[in-house]
């Protein structure tokens, strides 16, 4: 199993609950030192089942260093049966207020960097026949909010990706690409956030955990569908925001800002 963005968050926990089960795994991201921690929690819930893990440092934004991570895992382990592309940034600020080189390396991270992740890996799965690639994208990639332009951007292009392939891959039914969709979710993406806008303090209610994350990627990285929505309502959450977004665009635009703002932002933090 290869994990990009596997030192904090969401990426952390799907490949502790990978070791958990004695995969053996390849754990990818920027700080060497992050994902030796992971390693060692990973190490050590898997040990009992044979566990093994490798780090190799990796930003997902340099397709060159993507495909030395899927080098590796082929090497080391004779396969690579899962990959799982969890890396992602966001910024925050009005579309005019965000300089190009900040919303260049959000759409660089999120969706240059996922498609360098699925090239890599899917060459080798169809190479081996079977393989199972999940692209972890957002509701987001569903419906727009303001103050977010490049994260939405990228969002919305990773699905549309994730569709193109699996219609490239109707081929081979043992290559399969999915996407899971989480909605609010408690990591540190908010703290790392760039840009001038107002980052929230925390996630925006309702929000889940990066473990109920993980938990529905394991799921689909044995059962692929087309997209698995997560939230802490079970995906109604999303699905709610859909239609609102669908259905009534005109009331959405007018509540999403003042919404996110309230429940977002801390106090303080508010005009």
């Known amino acids: ?21 004695g995969d053996s795994l390849v754990l990818c991201a920027r700080s060497e030192d992050a994902l030796e921690e992971v390693r060692g929690r990973c190490l050590e ?24 991570a899927v080098d590796h895992a082929v090497t080391r382990f004779g ?4 990959c799982v592309n969890v890396a ?3 910024a925050y600020g009005a579309h005019t207020d965000t300089p190009a080189e900040q919303f260049e390396q959000v759409v660089r991270v999120n969706l240059l960097g996922a498609a360098a992740v699925a090239r890599s890996a899917l060459t080798v799965f169809r190479e ?6 999940v692209l972890v994208g957002s509701v987001l990639g569903r419906v727009a909010v303001p103050q977010m332009g490049a994260y939405v951007a990228s969002k919305f292009g990773l699905r549309g990706l994730t569709r193109v392939l699996q219609q490239e891959n ?10 899971v969709a989480p909605g609010s979710v408690r990591t540190g993406i908010y703290a790392k956030a760039t840009g001038d806008g107002e980052a ?3 996630a925006p209610p309702p929000s889940t955990s990066p473990r109920t994350v993980a938990r529905t990627i394991v799921r ?7 997209e698995h929505d997560v939230d802490a309502l079970g995906g109604l959450g999303n699905r709610a925001l859909r239609a609102g977004y669908l259905l009534a665009p005109g009331a959405f635009d007018a509540a999403v800002g003042p919404l996110l703002r309230t429940f977002s932002l801390d106090p303080s933090d508010r005009e």
Do not use: K
Request: charged share 20%; aromatic share 2%.
């Open 220 to 226: 689909a990285s044995l059962r692929p569908g087309r």
């Open 88 to 90: 992602g940034i966001t």
């Open 79 to 82: 396969r690579l049966d899962v």
């Open 1 to 21: 199993m290869l994990v990009t963005g596997a030192s904090s968050g969401i990426g952390a926990a799907t490949a502790e609950l990978f070791a958990a089960r």
């Open 128 to 133: 081996q026949g079977e393989g199972t690639l």
């Open 200 to 202: 929230p303090a925390s």
């Open 45 to 68: 819930v898997g040990a009992a089942r044979g566990a093994e893990a490798d780090v190799v440092v990796t930003d997902v934004g340099d397709p060159a260093q993507v495909q030395a």
């Open 170 to 179: 109707r081929d081979l039914p043992r290559v399969r690409v999915t996407t």
